[in-house]
């Protein structure tokens, strides 16, 4: 490794819908793996919103806007924490959250009227379907593909050896 540029940081991708509850438990390990990595690691959230929850699409482009307004993690973590309430009473928890987090709601209802982050997320979804991806939670890390739709055991493990190996190769 050249001592006088950084490594650049391991890249994961976690394949979310924001109506499922296991990518909500799935939320902790996250939390986890940015204390221990922090710059080392780049979590990028990726869409897969899936038919059966009738929300997770507006949820997603919802989520796009939040990080346009610089708070997209805040935003994801506060859905995912009120996927019955999503379910129940639909787009307008959307807006309320958003400002409740201080952001812009009327851009908000505006980014869901005007489908701005339509192609984001269909780009994701299409993405998602290439590689295999059927469900969520899903992680992507150095080309390695970790299905969390049907348990989360043992996943953050198997994260982190991924995640240290590739760093050691780095820094060899």
Same mark, same amino acid.
């Given at each position: 490794?050249?001592?006088?540029? $950084?490594?650049? $940081?391991?890249?994961?991708?976690? /394949?979310?819908?924001?109506?499922?509850?296991?990518?909500?438990?799935?939320? #902790?390990?996250?939390?986890?793996?940015?204390?221990? @990595?922090?710059?080392?690691?780049? &979590?990028?959230?990726?869409?897969?919103?899936?038919?059966?929850?009738?929300?997770?699409?507006?949820?997603?482009?919802? #989520?796009?806007?939040?990080?346009?307004?610089?708070?997209? /993690?805040? @935003?994801?973590?506060?859905?995912? %924490?009120?996927?019955?309430?999503?379910?129940?009473?639909?787009? $307008?928890?959307?807006?309320?959250?958003?400002?409740?987090?201080?952001?812009? %709601?009327?851009?908000?209802?505006? #980014?869901? =009227?005007?489908?701005?982050?339509? !192609? =984001?997320?269909?780009?994701?979804?299409?993405?998602?379907?290439? =590689?295999?991806?059927?469900? &969520?939670? &899903?992680?992507?890390?150095?080309?390695?593909?970790?299905?969390?739709? &049907?348990?989360?055991?043992? !996943? +953050? #493990? +198997?994260?982190?050896? =991924?995640?240290?190996?590739?760093?050691? +190769?780095?820094?060899?």
């Amino acid at each position: 490794m050249n001592d006088s540029a $950084p490594a650049a $940081p391991v890249l994961l991708d976690f /394949w979310c819908e924001l109506q499922c509850p296991d990518c909500r438990h799935a939320l #902790a390990d996250l939390r986890v793996l940015r204390e221990r @990595y922090g710059s080392r690691l780049e &979590t990028r959230l990726r869409h897969f919103p899936l038919e059966k929850h009738r929300h997770a699409f507006a949820a997603a482009q919802a #989520a796009e806007e939040a990080f346009e307004q610089g708070r997209g /993690w805040a @935003y994801v973590e506060a859905v995912l %924490a009120r996927t019955d309430d999503l379910a129940a009473k639909g787009e $307008p928890v959307l807006l309320e959250i958003a400002g409740e987090l201080g952001l812009d %709601a009327e851009e908000f209802d505006t #980014a869901l =009227i005007d489908g701005r982050h339509i !192609l =984001i997320v269909d780009a994701d979804q299409a993405e998602g379907k290439a =590689i295999g991806v059927t469900g &969520t939670p &899903t992680y992507v890390v150095d080309g390695e593909r970790l299905d969390g739709g &049907t348990s989360q055991e043992g !996943l +953050r #493990a +198997r994260i982190e050896a =991924i995640v240290d190996r590739v760093v050691a +190769r780095e820094d060899a």
